[in-house]
């Protein structure tokens, strides 16, 4: 009698209603069969975000924002650089001058002379470093001897070298995101049940150097029929 009394309980007990496939709830989706773990990460790649928000996953927003904010970054401190960058080389311009140097120091056909002028007429960002940094080329300053105007000189190259470098640690900061998001798709993924399958391999591999703009990821996707 206990027993049957007990099964009636049961039986008039409401039933909660099976979860929607791909149904999506506070911090991710309860079930992502028809959701492609390969497609989420290679957007994650292309996009910080987009891939957690085609797996519903809504801190992509996340990921995306701090995109913005990289490019952003990267963008503002590149043409600070550049604005630096094209003042310094106009001071130059206007108080470095190779016919003083060259009365100066009497090294015209020097190996110093050939120097200057190869980097003058053929890599204008080295000649830049010479006059300023070489103390062979400091009497070509209209200064000299007190080197005041080679001293703003430096302060502004000295700006616009570290605008640069933040620009390309944003850039850096890009990359990073671009890794993490796609590395914590997979992770999610895995953890709410959508899997690549056993026919199906994935490689991912990173080469990377810190502040240098030498970086690449590769990904490689395969699968035997």
Same mark, same amino acid.
Request: aromatic share 12%; hydrophobic share 40%.
């Given at each position: 009698?206990?027993?049957?009394?007990?099964?009636?309980?049961? *039986?008039?007990? #409401?039933? #909660?209603? #099976?979860?929607?496939?791909? /149904?999506? *709830? &506070?911090?991710?989706?309860?079930?992502? %069969?028809?959701?492609?773990?390969?497609?989420?990460? @290679?957007?994650?790649?292309?996009?910080?975000?987009?891939?957690?928000?085609?797996?519903?996953?809504?801190?992509?927003?996340?990921?995306?924002?701090? $995109?913005?904010?990289?490019?952003?970054?990267?963008?503002?401190?590149?043409?600070? !650089?550049?604005?630096?960058?094209? &003042?310094? %080389?106009?001071?130059?311009?206007?108080?470095?001058?190779?016919?003083?140097?060259?009365?100066?120091?009497?090294?015209?056909?020097?190996? $110093?002379?050939?120097?200057?002028?190869?980097?003058?007429?053929?890599? /204008?960002?080295?000649?830049? &470093? %010479? @006059?300023?940094?070489?103390?062979?080329?400091?009497?070509?300053?209209?200064?000299?001897?007190?080197? $005041?105007?080679?001293?703003?000189?430096?302060?502004?190259?000295?700006?616009?070298?570290?605008?640069?470098?933040?620009?390309?640690?944003?850039?850096?900061?890009?990359?990073?995101?671009? @890794?993490? *998001?796609?590395?914590?798709?997979? @992770?999610?993924?895995?953890?709410?049940?959508?899997?690549?399958?056993?026919?199906?391999?994935?490689?991912?591999?990173?080469?990377?150097?810190?502040?240098?703009?030498?970086?690449?990821? !590769?990904? $490689?996707?395969?699968?035997?029929?």
């Amino acid at each position: 009698m206990l027993l049957a009394q007990r099964a009636l309980a049961d *039986s008039s007990a #409401p039933v #909660p209603a #099976p979860a929607a496939i791909g /149904s999506v *709830s &506070e911090d991710g989706p309860a079930l992502l %069969e028809h959701k492609s773990t390969g497609k989420a990460f @290679i957007m994650d790649l292309a996009v910080p975000g987009t891939g957690h928000l085609y797996a519903g996953y809504k801190r992509g927003w996340v990921y995306l924002g701090l $995109e913005a904010v990289a490019w952003a970054s990267y963008l503002y401190y590149r043409d600070l !650089g550049k604005q630096r960058e094209t &003042e310094f %080389e106009n001071y130059a311009d206007g108080h470095w001058d190779y016919n003083q140097w060259i009365a100066a120091c009497g090294c015209s056909g020097s190996p $110093e002379d050939s120097l200057i002028l190869y980097f003058r007429d053929k890599n /204008s960002q080295q000649y830049y &470093e %010479e @006059i300023g940094k070489i103390s062979t080329y400091f009497q070509g300053w209209d200064s000299w001897p007190t080197l $005041e105007t080679r001293s703003v000189y430096t302060g502004l190259r000295a700006q616009s070298n570290n605008f640069l470098d933040n620009a390309h640690t944003a850039v850096l900061g890009a990359f990073v995101n671009r @890794i993490v *998001s796609a590395v914590d798709v997979l @992770i999610s993924m895995k953890r709410s049940g959508a899997m690549l399958d056993s026919n199906t391999q994935m490689k991912f591999r990173v080469h990377t150097k810190p502040f240098s703009r030498d970086n690449a990821v !590769g990904l $490689e996707l395969t699968r035997r029929l």
